[in-house]
């Protein structure tokens, strides 16, 4: 166990639906981050925020929504998906900068219909 | 922006055999480089990694080296056996204190044949 847990493990939901994903790290880390994980394509860096402020937002679409409510907790909210934002989203998480190990979660496998 | 380019995509070696991944970057001012290891099903961990002070750097079976001139780094792996099997990924992260940027490879498939 690394420490760092997400919920669900599991999501599918429609195009018009609204859901959650939650990260939760006990480490006493900084930083955390948002990483998309596609089939054949690299890890794909999302947002990242650093004691709780958001530090990067790479171009993501709005219909995604960080919200980092203190250092432990991260959440992911989703709206109005599409079918390309199927894919494994994993949580990390980092004692400060990029430059430190990255301890991710077990990810969240999302199937949008 | 950093881009990472890994080869090969796809690895299968014999188990005792050696396997080499290589990793290109294009900033020149990325100055840390770390490695990933993914099994199926499970999460990334770091195995090893190194900044850009040093041209070499080996913990046990693997090993990384860098050549910043050539803009490229690769991982070693010797006397491979069938848990070595897993999803490698290189990634590269530009200079700063502050900096939270970490741009993957695509990854190798490494396959270790009994």
């Known amino acids: 166990e690394t420490g760092v847990t997400q919920t669900p493990r599991h999501l599918v939901m429609g195009m018009t639906n609204k859901k959650s994903l939650k990260c939760e790290q006990h480490l006493g880390h900084n930083a955390m981050y948002w990483y998309k994980q596609s089939a054949k394509k690299p890890l794909e860096l999302m947002f990242v925020y650093s004691l709780e402020e958001r530090v990067e937002n790479n171009s993501v679409p709005s219909r995604f929504s960080p919200e980092c409510p203190n250092s432990s907790h991260l959440f992911l909210h989703l709206h109005t998906l599409q079918p390309e934002d199927s894919a494994l989203y994993l949580c990390?998480?980092?004692?400060?900068?990029?430059?430190?190990?990255?301890?991710f979660g077990p990810g969240t496998r999302l199937t949008v219909l | 922006g950093e881009n990472v380019e890994q080869h090969p995509s796809t690895l299968s070696v014999q188990e005792g055999d050696s396997a080499v991944i290589k990793c290109t970057y294009s900033d020149s001012a990325s100055n840390y480089f770390p490695w990933y290891k993914q099994e199926l099903g499970k999460r990334p961990q770091l195995i090893i990694d190194i900044r850009s002070n040093v041209g070499e750097k080996k913990d046990q079976r693997i090993a990384v080296t860098l050549n910043k001139t050539a803009k490229h780094f690769s991982l070693h792996i010797t006397e491979t056996q069938p848990e070595d099997s897993a999803v490698y990924f290189c990634a590269a992260s530009p200079p700063g204190a502050g900096s939270y940027q970490l741009t993957f490879g695509k990854g190798t498939k490494l396959s270790v044949i009994p």
């Open positions: 990390a998480s980092s004692p400060n900068g990029a430059r430190d190990e990255q301890f």
